[in-house]
């Protein structure tokens, strides 16, 4: 089976003015199967972001090569949609305008079925009642929302997500982070998500790959014993702690405690 994304012995460096390059990562190999979903954890500047970054086909690796379904990503970016820390919603369209705009983008027609998808998407994450609000009426939990439910409208395959809910509470990035399994359970789907916290990680992920500090390169990976489909009665359970006291062992054994971001 092709994988839906394969990493092959991939570096990465930064060429830096006046300065030797930054290697940003080297030698990462990974795959991830069709509908898995991959958690990557690991302390501030490892080099996650630019990992996704090759993945979106935004950037190319200077060593090794990234394939997403067999092909270039470059190829492949109708199949995947992107999700940042930060929400970036433009102002000057509504929420339901913001969540269209991906298709609109790509050239689209926007008829009732769009319309009806994409405020289907909206009443998932409980915002039915503000489809006609700009962004900044928003708090920023239900920012992060409308810029979910935007990934979601083209009904991507490889969803990729870049600390999507780090600017949150704990309380609402928890709801987040179940109502997403949610709509993976609805439709199956490829999950990239990079994250500073271990537990989300655990919460969330099928496999969590632990990045070792700079120059990046995937130093253990964990498979959560832990149930399907998972709500927050699954942080209860005993197997959850322990999954999470094995990830921060290994990311203390590897020294990157004493980096700062990452948290329990
Ligand atoms: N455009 C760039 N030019 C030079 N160096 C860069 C560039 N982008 C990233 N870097 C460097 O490459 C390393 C990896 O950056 P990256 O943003 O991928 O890390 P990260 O793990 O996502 O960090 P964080 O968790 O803090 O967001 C860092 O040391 C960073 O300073």
């Not at 990503?73 to 995947?80: D, W």
């Not at 253990?220 to 014993?225: R, V």
Request: net charge positive; glycine share 8%; with cysteine.
């Amino acid at each position: 089976m092709t994988p839906a994304i394969r990493f092959a012995g991939v570096g990465h460096a930064y060429a830096v003015r006046n300065a030797a390059p930054v290697q940003a990562l080297a030698e990462v190999a990974f795959d991830v199967a069709p509908h898995e979903f991959v958690a990557v954890v690991g302390p501030s500047g490892c080099g996650k972001s630019t990992l996704l970054r090759m993945v979106a086909g935004l950037l190319s690796p200077s060593r090794g090569s990234v394939e997403v379904r067999g092909a270039a990503p470059a190829t492949q970016q109708a199949a995947m949609a992107l999700a940042f820390q930060k929400p970036t919603l433009p102002p000057w369209f509504d929420v339901l305008g913001n969540v269209l705009f991906p298709l609109k983008h790509r050239g689209l027609r926007i008829g009732q079925a769009e319309r009806e998808r994409a405020m289907s998407l909206l009443a998932m994450m409980g915002l039915a009642d503000f489809a006609k609000r700009r962004p900044d009426e928003l708090s920023g939990g239900m920012q992060q929302r409308v810029a979910l439910c935007r990934a979601l409208v083209t009904e991507p395959e490889i969803l990729l997500l870049d600390e999507p809910f780090s600017a949150l509470d704990a309380l609402t990035r928890d709801e987040l982070g179940f109502e997403l399994l949610r709509l993976g359970a609805a439709r199956p789907r490829t999950v990239i998500l990079i994250t500073h916290s271990v537990a989300e990680a655990v919460m969330l992920a099928d496999r969590v790959l632990v990045r070792s500090p700079r120059p990046g390169r995937i130093a253990a990976e964990f498979i959560p014993d832990l149930p399907r489909p998972r709500g927050p009665e699954v942080t209860r359970l005993p197997a959850f702690q322990e999954a999470i006291n094995d990830v921060r062992d290994t990311i203390n054994r590897l020294g990157a405690h004493r980096l700062p971001g990452l948290a329990a």
